[in-house]
């Protein structure tokens, strides 16, 4: 017997796909960017975000709340994450957004909104000394609309208010699931 829902089985299940969109769309466009600017602690966090999220996904269709409860945790250090992100960002606590941190000290990649974003008109500057040819301090960026810094900004902001839309979303169908758990007399009948 499955639990029942305050609305039909039908408004949960659309709801819970077109929550599962917005979630998969945000972070699949966020992993492409990431991945553009060779941003490898974010393009596993992203990662893990993705698979959390399909998982959340099937516990909810398959009456799973075990895989419910792993998403909430998830959620909250996703949340954490990207308060994390907005203040690396935003040089808050003595956190720098030029250092290699994001990148785990492999390469000298940064954001990729910081040479490619909106209105910005990139030139390449003729290195200084021989030999620092790979270097990105040479290439000059003008003309941008918004500063790469607040558009990282932005996708956390995004990523955080989406997750705790499906946070609470979450322990709406845990409570639901225990709650039924709770009226079911004989355990061996209802799952």
């Known amino acids: 017997m499955k639990p029942t829902l305050m609305w039909s089985d039908g408004a949960q299940v659309i709801y819970s796909w077109t929550l599962f969109a917005l979630l998969q769309l945000s972070a699949l466009e ?6 553009l600017g060779f941003q490898w602690a974010p393009i596993l966090g992203n990662f893990l975000h ?5 998982l959340g996904l099937f516990g909810t269709i398959q009456y799973r709340p075990r895989y419910i409860v792993v998403y909430t945790v998830w959620t909250a250090l996703w949340v954490t994450w990207n308060v994390f992100i907005i203040c690396f960002y935003l040089e808050v606590g003595g956190l720098s ?4 941190l994001m990148t785990f000290n492999i390469s000298v990649h940064r954001s990729w909104w910081r040479e490619h ?6 030139r390449v500057l003729p290195p200084s000394a021989h030999g620092m ?14 500063d790469f810094q607040y558009l990282e900004v932005i ?3 995004v990523q955080i208010l989406l997750s705790l839309v499906g946070f609470v979303y979450a322990c709406y169908v845990i409570s639901i699931f225990m709650e039924e758990e709770d009226t079911c007399k004989y355990y061996f009948i209802c799952f």
């Open 30 to 35: 966020r992993q492409i960017f990431d991945f």
């Open 133 to 146: 040819t790979d270097d990105y301090t040479y290439v000059s960026v003008t003309g941008c609309i918004v």
């Open 97 to 100: 957004k030029d250092t290699d």
């Open 50 to 54: 993705i698979i959390v999220v399909i």
């Open 117 to 122: 974003g909106p209105g910005c008109v990139r």
């Open 155 to 157: 996708h956390s902001a």
